[in-house]
Structure formats: C-alpha cells, structure tokens
T-cell receptor
Framework: SQTIHQWPATLVQPVGSPLSLECTVE??????LYWYRQAAGRGLQLLFYSVGIGQISSEVPQNLSASRPQDRQFILSSKKLLLSDSGFYLCAWSAGAGELFFGEGSRLTVL | SQQGEEDPQALSIQEGENATMNCSYK?????LQWYRQNSGRGLVHLIL?????REKHSGRLRVTLDTSKKSSSLLITASRAADTASYFC???????FGAGTRLTVKP
C-alpha cells in the first residue's frame, strides 16, 4: 500500500535561518507531488507541484523553493525564512487526476 | 486562482442533525472531490464524484453535482460530534482548495 511521510512534524526557526522540509512517498511510482501551506484557521494555498523528477511548477512567487531529486521525494526549502513563512505545510501526492493523499503536516513557527 | 470555493465558512449544529455544505467552481471539470481535515492534521479524501454523475453516496455522506451551475454539495446525515472538522472541495484540473467549511457538531 502507498504511504506518505513528511518531516519534521514541528519546528521553530529564527527569522533569516534556512528551511528544509522533506516528503517521501512509498508504494507508487511517478506520483504527482504537491506542497501546500495553510495559515492558522485558513484554507490551503498551493505552493508547488511536480509531475516528474526535476519538474517543478511554482504557484506563488516567494522566498520558498521546491526540488524533486528522486521520483518519490519532494523537498521544500528556503534560504532565509521570513515571519510570514510561519504556517502548516502539507505535502500530498496523487496518481494522475485522482484523489490526493496528504501527509500529516509540518508546523513551522518563525520567530 | 482558486477553483473550489466552499460555503458557508462555518456551520454549527446539534448531534443528530444533518449538515450541508456547498462548493462552487469556475471551469469545466472531470471530477470533484471532497476532503475532511481534523484540526492540526492532514486532509483525508472523502468522496469523488465524476462529471457524468449527479449524486453519490458513501455511508452517511451524500454528494451531489450540478455541472450546469458549477456547484456541488456535501450532505452529512445524522451528524456526530466526531464529524467536527473542516471540509474542503477540489476539482481534478486544479488541485486548489478554498477556505473550507468549519463544521462544529455539538453533543
């Protein structure tokens, strides 16, 4: 069966520090991969999606970036965090145009 | 741009009552999906309805789709306190979500 792992679950980072969130999927090949951000009590904002290795589409210009170094690995990064980067980050995968399967999320607090 | 937009933003009902929430979208779709999110957790897929379907059931969930109005509704019957969560919709061609409907079911 397919599973998705996302880590770390929680992190507190100072402004200006780097960020790396990692997401891996098991049990499937060539998934579509997504990064979302959710501000407290708000909806999900699509940040990046990828349909294949090295193929990244960015939805919102910002100081975040994403990479897909392997078929089932999706990484969200920042060189210098801003206060506004605080939020709940969710990774998800899908097989084509089907349903999304979400990880448990990473809660980032930037101080 | 966002594809799925849910309303109402918040809904509070008593246990045993039915809960109805709505979703509107802008362009043609192949399918529409409903998700549930418990506080602080990832979203969980509830049900998918295809563009050629008008109604679909899954347990206490009933989803309708009106492609002429570009809208869908999710009905939860005989609600329980455990149904308290946020509910979101998304369409296949645009995996974007709206702000969701926050459902509170009071025991």
């Amino acid at each position: 069966s397919q599973t998705i792992h996302q880590w770390p679950a929680t992190l507190v980072q100072p402004v200006g520090s780097p960020l790396s969130l990692e997401c891996t999927v098991e049990g499937t090949s060539n998934p579509n991969l997504y990064w979302y951000r959710q501000a407290a009590g708000r909806g999900l904002q699509l940040l990046f999606y990828s349909v294949g290795i090295g193929q990244i589409s960015s939805e919102v210009p910002q100081n975040l970036s994403a990479s897909r170094p392997q078929d089932r690995q999706f990484i969200l990064s920042s060189k210098k965090l801003l206060l506004s980067d605080s939020g709940f980050y969710l990774c998800a995968w899908s097989a084509g145009a089907g349903e999304l399967f979400f990880g448990e999320g990473s809660r980032l607090t930037v101080l | 741009s966002q594809q799925g937009e849910e309303d109402p933003q918040a809904l509070s009902i008593q246990e045993g009552e039915n809960a109805t929430m709505n979703c509107s979208y802008k362009t043609s779709i192949n399918n529409l999906q409903w998700y549930r999110q418990n506080s602080g957790r990832g979203l969980v897929h509830l049900i998918l309805i295809r563009s050629n379907e008008r109604e679909k059931h899954s347990g206490r969930l009933r989803v309708t789709l009106d492609t002429s109005k570009k809208s869908s509704s999710l009905l939860i019957t005989a609600s329980r306190a455990a149904d308290t969560a946020s509910y979101f919709c998304a369409t296949n061609n645009d995996m974007r979500f709206g702000a969701g409907t926050r459902l509170t079911v009071k025991p």
